[in-house]
């Protein structure tokens, strides 16, 4: 999804690291994989970050995620995507009021964020 490197992590102020779903859907089959999310979610650990990792299809891929701390999850196994007005209706979206900087005949802002706590 373009272009990474951990040099990056020490230049530019990062608060997330999103693990890509190509990762997340082959951790039950390659080792590898299911290493490299590990290492990730340890490296975003030790260094204060949070972690979301999307693609989560199956409970097995979301078992494996929260017992490795990853703080945010997205996924098909949650729900499809649904638009602004069928969260809200869901009651799971709620509205924002649109910044001062926000032009006066600007719709309402939105913002959806489904996040799971983990103990430290």
Do not use: W
Not at 10 to 29: A, H, L, N, R, Y
Not at 77 to 102: V, Y
């Amino acid at each position: 999804t373009g272009y990474s490197s951990l040099a990056l992590l020490q230049i530019f102020p990062f608060d997330k690291i999103k693990i890509d779903k190509s990762f997340v859907q082959q951790m039950e089959t390659s080792d590898e994989c299911r290493s490299i999310v590990h290492a990730v979610l340890h490296l975003a650990n030790d260094l204060g970050m949070k972690t979301t990792a999307e693609g989560v299809e199956t409970q097995q891929q979301m078992d494996v995620l929260l017992e490795a701390q990853c703080a945010e999850l997205q996924g098909y196994f949650f729900g499809k995507p649904m638009a602004p007005q069928a969260l809200i209706e869901a009651g799971l979206l709620k509205r924002k009021k649109p910044s001062t900087f926000a032009k006066a005949n600007a719709e309402t802002a939105f913002v959806a964020q489904f996040e799971r706590q983990i103990p430290a």
